[in-house]
C-alpha cells in the first residue's frame, strides 16, 4: 500500500465531483485533507483508528473508488465522548450520532463517518497501515475489508445500491480488476 494508491482513490471523488459540475479540484484531494486531519485528532486522543469503506478499497487494490466519504472504524470500546471532543478540537462539526457511528463535517465540507463496532475491533487491531504525505494512516487488512462488505451487502436494510457496491468492491477485493488496456 502506498500513497499513489490512496491518492488516486481521492482523485476518482474529485473527478467525479468535476464531471457532476463542480469546476473546483485542488492539487490535494480534500478527501485526504480529511483523512489526515481526522488521524491527527484521533493520534493526539490516542484513539486506534482504521480506514475502511472506499478510499481503503482503493488502497488495497491500486483501483480508484469513487466515495462519497471518509470511513473509519474506532474500537467500540473507545468513549465516544472523547472521539467527539478530539474532532470538534480538530475543527471538524459533529452531523449525526447513531447506534454504530458517529458523522462528522471537516471544514472543507468533506463528511468523516466513524463505524462503531465490536466485530471491528480485533480488525483494527490487525490493521495496515500507507504513508500518506508525512504521515501514516492505518488502514484495515483486505481480508477483513472483505469480510465488513459481505456483512454490509448482506443486510437487508441496505439500499440495493449500495449492496451492489459492496459486491462490486469485493470482487475488486479478490483480484477482479480489469486491464485499463483491454476496452469493454
Known amino acids: 500500500m502506498d500513497a499513489t494508491a490512496l491518492r488516486s482513490a481521492a ?11 463542480s469546476t473546483e479540484m485542488t492539487a490535494e484531494p480534500a478527501q485526504l485533507v480529511a483523512l489526515e486531519h481526522a488521524a491527527d485528532a484521533l493520534d493526539l486522543a490516542a484513539i486506534p483508528y482504521a480506514l475502511i469503506g472506499g478510499l481503503a478499497v482503493g488502497v488495497l487494490t491500486g483501483v480508484p473508488r469513487a466515495t462519497m466519504d471518509v470511513d473509519l472504524a474506532v474500537p467500540s470500546v473507545a468513549p465516544r ?10 475543527g471538524f462539526v459533529a452531523t449525526g450520532s447513531f ?3 458517529l458523522n462528522f463535517r471537516h471544514g472543507s465540507g468533506e463528511p468523516v463517518q466513524f463505524a462503531i463496532d465490536p466485530e471491528f475491533d480485533p480488525m483494527i487491531a490487525r490493521a495496515g497501515s500507507v504513508t500518506v504525505g508525512a504521515r501514516t494512516i492505518r488502514v484495515v487488512q483486505r481480508a477483513d475489508l472483505v469480510t465488513m462488505k459481505r456483512r454490509a ?4 436494510a441496505r439500499p440495493r445500491s449500495k449492496s451492489f457496491r459492496d459486491q462490486a468492491d469485493i470482487e475488486l477485493l479478490l483480484g477482479d480488476v480489469s486491464d485499463p ?3 469493454w
Open 81 to 90: 465522548a472523547d472521539l467527539v471532543a478530539a474532532m470538534r478540537s480538530a
Open 99 to 101: 447506534p454504530h457511528s
Open 153 to 156: 451487502a448482506a443486510d437487508p
Open 11 to 21: 482523485l476518482a471523488t474529485s473527478r467525479e465531483r468535476r464531471l457532476l459540475g
Open 181 to 183: 488496456d483491454e476496452g
